[in-house]
């Protein structure tokens, strides 16, 4: 989100509401106290969103919702009415949310939901239904929750779309369609991707509650049924995301050292084990290296612990700038790494290895004092694998041994 639009006559409620804004969501916001400010300011800017007051000096009855919705604006509306009526008359215009105004926790909520719209621009959502209506009304509801959106009739053109498109988080799907139903699609795309992965949400006018059961059972992560309102439907789908995004924090928490936020040992093993046995069975060439920095303990003793943990954050960092996306970069204990370079020949790792060593050793690390630290890396390389795993990571931990008796800031391999 690059600028948000606060329309307030309430001066004091509405800096208060800017400042919060930008100071904890890094986000420009400009502040009109009237519709006809807000015209100006339409004019000039182009807005991700727009915060509403209802009842402004020149527009009292809420024409400026109107306004904003003619010129294609996203809209979140503040207001004092706490009419129920009111309410749900204005939900059912496309507007985000309706807010009222009654204090700190309000304010709270606003910027809560401000905050998940951001994140939902990270993510994609497939909606598989076979009426072009109601797919037209659902991506309409997502587009306004800042979502990225692909829509489909069925469930074959479903599978083929999640294939293609690895980065969907979530699959809003019918259930009675043609060619797959719902409920078919929910356990193919389960046999290929968990609950870790992808979020699928049913939606259907079935009022069956078996159907319900046998979706969840099957791997739908929930269940709305038609018709809907636009208030559950938007909690549902954020809930869904939301949960995705803290699975996945809580994932990459026990995947990443702490220090580097590079793979840990467990992670290397984990991963690396299933890509050795098929590249071993396939005749898939590639290359394990053990990398460890040179008079470490020098370091430390000379410049602090504080500054050794630069040293190493600064390795971490250019092991994985250097390296491809699909190899494996893993922080092992203290200042020693590994890297698994898949698919790939003895003469480029050896390349790819070298440039690392040549890139450390011109590398500065400046500690806390300001003082320029220089550090240069040893590395023992493995390019014809051992039986297992274990025994290949070990002669690559035995060359580079090698390497820091032979005098350091080297490669030795087999």
Do not use: W
């Not at 980065?167 to 929910?186: F, Q, R």
């Not at 971490?316 to 020949?345: P, Q």
């Amino acid at each position: 989100m690059k600028r948000i639009l606060v329309i307030e006559d309430n001066q004091t409620l509405a800096k208060l509401i800017a400042k919060k804004i930008n100071s904890e969501l890094n986000i420009e916001v400009d502040v009109a106290y009237q519709l006809s400010e807000a015209k100006l300011f339409l004019k000039k800017y182009k807005y991700c969103l727009v915060l509403a007051d209802l009842n402004l000096p020149d527009a009292p009855n809420g024409e400026v919702v109107e306004y904003l919705l003619k010129k294609e604006n996203r809209v979140i509306v503040l207001s004092e009415n706490i009419d129920k009526n009111f309410r749900e008359n204005m939900m059912k215009k496309n507007i985000i949310d309706y807010v009222t105004k009654g204090g700190v926790d309000d304010i709270n909520y606003v910027l809560a939901t401000i905050g998940r719209l951001q994140k939902n621009q990270e993510h994609k959502v497939l909606v598989v239904d076979d009426s072009i209506i109601m797919r037209k009304q659902i991506k309409a509801m997502l587009e306004n929750l800042f979502f990225s959106v692909i829509t489909v009739a069925h469930g074959e053109e479903a599978l083929a779309m999640v294939a293609t498109h690895p980065d969907i988080s979530l699959v809003l799907t019918d259930y009675n369609m043609p060619v797959m139903d719902g409920l078919e699609l929910t356990r193919e795309i389960r046999k290929s991707k968990s609950k870790n992965d992808l979020s699928i949400i049913a939606v259907s006018s079935n009022e069956n509650d078996a159907i319900t059961a046998m979706f969840l059972k099957n791997g739908a992560n929930d269940y709305i049924k038609k018709p809907f309102s636009k208030e559950e439907f938007s909690c549902r789908v954020n809930n869904s995301i939301e949960a995705l995004e803290n699975i996945n924090i809580i994932t990459n928490h026990a995947s990443r050292d702490f220090l580097t936020g590079v793979y840990n040992r467990r992670h290397f093993y984990k991963n690396a084990q299933e890509y050795f046995s098929r590249a071993v069975h396939e005749g898939e060439r590639f290359a394990i290296a053990m990398i460890d920095i040179d008079h470490f303990k020098k370091i430390n003793d000379t410049y602090t612990q504080e500054a050794g943990d630069k040293a190493i954050v600064d390795l971490a960092n250019i092991l994985r700038a250097n390296t491809g996306e699909h190899d494996l970069v893993a922080r092992f204990n203290g200042e020693e790494f590994c890297i698994l370079l898949k698919n790939i020949s003895s003469e480029d790792a050896m390349t790819i290895l070298q440039k690392l060593r040549t890139k450390t050793q011109s590398n500065i690390t400046e500690s806390n004092k300001g003082e320029q630290i220089k550090f240069t890396i040893s590395i023992g390389l493995i390019t014809n694998n051992e039986d297992t795993l274990d025994e290949t990571v070990n002669q690559a931990d035995l060359m580079l041994h090698n390497a820091k008796q032979n005098g350091r800031n080297q490669v030795a391999t087999n």
